[in-house]
Nanobody, 123 residues
Framework: QVQLVESGGGLVQTGGSLRLSCAAS????????MGWFRQAPGKEREFVAG????????YYTDSVKGRFTVSRDNAKDTVYLQMNSLKPEDTAVYYC????????????????WGQGTQVTVSS
């Protein structure tokens, strides 16, 4: 069983930066694709960014391209999401998720989820 714990969220002003971390335990995720998702109040959970198990592929939703960077350290079983130039519309609970094999973008493709970390961007 894989357990995921996110950290690094908080309150930041428009244009600021945050770095989210997702630490895995219970089982190594070095062979898992990892995704970052977010959910704003009243909205569905959406894919933000993802990285393949060996980091040779990354995907981003259009709204964060050029501002967010996903990376991973398999030796530490940790995935990161560097968020720069934050906007109020980035405000949401951010979740990391893990899945074996291919890098998917769908919520239902990920069986393992963290509890989420709140990111609030003030205008």
């Amino acid at each position: 069983q894989v357990q995921l714990v996110e950290s690094g969220g908080g309150l930041v002003q428009t244009g600021g930066s945050l770095r989210l971390s997702c630490a895995a335990s219970g089982r190594t995720v070095s062979m898992y694709a990892m995704g970052w998702f977010r959910q704003a109040p009243g909205k569905e959970r959406e894919f933000v960014a993802g990285i393949s198990w060996n980091a040779d592929m990354t995907y981003y939703t259009d709204s964060v391209k050029g501002r967010f960077t996903v990376s991973r350290d398999n030796a530490k079983d940790t995935v990161y999401l560097q968020m720069n130039s934050l906007k109020p519309e980035d405000t949401a609970v951010y979740y990391c998720a893990a899945t074996r094999g291919y890098l998917y973008k769908g919520v239902n493709d990920y069986p393992y989820w963290g509890q989420g970390t709140q990111v609030t961007v003030s205008s």
